[in-house]
């Protein structure tokens, strides 16, 4: 079974599951938000971290792409456009 299933099956039975996951979701996408940002403007805290993990520091803002267009299909998820978003979304609901 999909974890997509599972989760919207979890979602159908348990009061509220839906909302939270919901909130979840949004939690995660203002995290990866601030993330995001912080790679684009560079901030000493990303460049530490990429020091650390042998990643070079011109390849930041291709990660920093990559990490926004993960967090622009949660968003279109959440609106609804479930043939872009998925993860985020009520596609099950909707048949798709």
């Given amino acids: 079974?999909?974890?997509h299933r599972i989760t919207y099956q979890l979602a159908?039975?348990?009061p509220f599951a839906d909302t939270a996951l919901k909130g979840l979701t949004v939690a995660y996408v203002l995290t990866n938000s601030f993330?995001?940002?912080a790679k684009v403007q560079k901030e000493r805290f990303v460049?530490?971290?990429a020091e650390q993990a042998g990643v070079?520091?011109?390849t930041i803002p291709y990660l920093a792409v990559i990490?926004?267009?993960g967090t622009a299909g949660l968003v279109l998820g959440l609106t609804g456009w479930c043939r872009v978003g998925f993860a985020g979304g009520d596609c099950q609901k909707?048949?798709?």
């Fill in 67 to 69: 990490e926004d267009a």
């Fill in 56 to 58: 070079p520091e011109t």
């Fill in 12 to 14: 159908r039975t348990v």
């Fill in 1 to 3: 079974m999909n974890s």
């Fill in 94 to 96: 909707n048949g798709v």
């Fill in 35 to 37: 993330e995001v940002i």
């Fill in 47 to 49: 460049l530490d971290n």
